[in-house]
């Protein structure tokens, strides 16, 4: 496993997205790693040969693939697209890990499930994506399953950071220049700190328990989009500058489920670790 430098070597796919900078921001704090990341325009996983031409030079025991189409209103109008990176990308990696004995550390979305159940959704939960983006994930798990033995997928829901695209951001900007902002309350889920998914997948690599497959990591807790909202504004101190309006109606061109919230026992016990409550993350973030 150890490479001749005795640390453990790791690709990072799409390294410029919103969990590729959290991974490369607490890279410092493992310093038994050496992960190299590659932004889109260095490796595009839809490229077998540039996957090939990274491989030929170097060697990696894990690939964590951060890479991923994720625009979920757009996929509905080029669902080529989503499925291209989503799926055809991921079974070229897992292709690629396969060969090199590579551990493949993919990260799949609440979004698989049709949303209507009314527990939180366990990894033996049967998925059934209703938009483009969660049948391109599901497409790209199912590649992962039938090649590889040797992966972790970690589905997780409503990724925040001070990186990239993401609810949080949009909301912290509306507030900058709008009076009223109206959210739906139609969609259930767990809001999560990418960074905190950033600390736990290196510390999974550091566990190294060999126990592959599938797994639900979230913060802990749930949360309408409006819940979400109001909290941000709330810990940020603009909650008195902004009407804050409930809607069940918000328009949109994809579908998403009305109930997405991850059961997260499965991590717990096999990694013993506690995820934190989303509220509690949420607020260590905002005033730090
Ligand atoms: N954001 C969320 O709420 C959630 C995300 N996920 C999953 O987590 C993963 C990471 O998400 P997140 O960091 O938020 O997403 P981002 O959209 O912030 O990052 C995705 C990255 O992938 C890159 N990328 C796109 N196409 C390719 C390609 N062909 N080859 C290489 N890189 C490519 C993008 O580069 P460029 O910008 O140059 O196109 C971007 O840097 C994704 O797989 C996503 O499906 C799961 C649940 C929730
Ligand atoms: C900006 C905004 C959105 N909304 C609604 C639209 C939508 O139903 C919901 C969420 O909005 P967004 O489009 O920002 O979030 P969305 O792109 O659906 O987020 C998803 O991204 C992908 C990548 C995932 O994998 C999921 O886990 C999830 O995080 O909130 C409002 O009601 N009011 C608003 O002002």
Redesign the pocket.
Known sequence: MYNESNKIKILV????????QCLQKIEQNYTSLELHFY???D????NKDAISQVFKDDSFDFVI??????NVEQAEKESEKAFL??EE?VRNLAQTCKKQNSILIH????YVFDGKKETPYTEEDIPNPINEYGKS?LAGEQCIQEILETFFII?????YSE????FFKTILKKSETETELTITTSQKGTPTN?NDLATFILDLILINNQKYGIYHFSNSGEATWYDFAKEILSVSGKLDTITLKKTDNYPTFAQRPKYSVLNIIKIKHIFTISPIEWKKTLSQFLNK
Do not use: E, M, P, V
Request: include cysteine.
């Open positions: 796919t799409g390294s410029n997205g919103q969990l590729g932004k889109s325009k490796l595009d996983i839809t693939n951060c890479a991923g189409y994720t990176i989503n990308g990260i799949s979305t609440d994930k589905r997780t829901s409503w990724l990186f990239g695209h993401n990418a």
